[in-house]
């Protein structure tokens, strides 16, 4: 059975830090990249970041670059999304996703063939 599953959300405070995961299981991880994606309430999914499992290169939103990074741990089959600095309109259901590439142009991430969902984690940043 495949699964994505997302830990490590939860509440902090405006310019603090969080370290969520994406745990893998299922699937062949070295065939995949992983990307995060966050979805705030009453706006569209956005994708955050992604990290190519071909050569380890990573993508971030113009939103998060800088604050944000994501990092894998393939003998784990977990990727992890460090963010720091953390802002009011961070806040947001946090997924994972596994797609069979990534790259990135002026907008940011760009995913190839998703094939793989979690179910997400809950990100609240307090002010």
């Known amino acids: 059975e495949v699964q994505l599953v997302e830990s490590g959300g939860g509440l902090v405070q405006a310019g603090g830090s969080l370290r969520p995961s994406c745990a893998a299981s299922?699937?062949?991880?070295?065939?995949?990249?992983i990307g995060w994606f966050r979805q705030a309430p009453g706006k569209e999914r956005e994708g955050v970041s992604c990290?190519?499992?071909?050569?380890?290169?990573?993508y971030y939103a113009g939103s998060v670059k800088g604050r944000f990074t994501t990092s894998s741990d393939n003998a784990k089959n977990t990727v992890y999304l460090q963010m720091n600095s953390l802002k009011s309109e961070d806040m947001a259901v946090y997924y994972c996703?596994?797609?069979?590439?990534?790259?990135?142009?002026?907008?940011?991430?760009?995913?190839?063939?998703?094939?793989?969902w979690g179910k997400g984690t809950l990100v609240t940043v307090s002010s």
């Open positions: 299922g699937f062949t991880f070295d065939d995949y990249a």
């Open positions: 990290i190519s499992s071909s050569d380890g290169s990573t």
């Open positions: 996703a596994a797609a069979r590439g990534c790259s990135s142009d002026y907008g940011g991430p760009i995913y190839y063939g998703i094939d793989y």
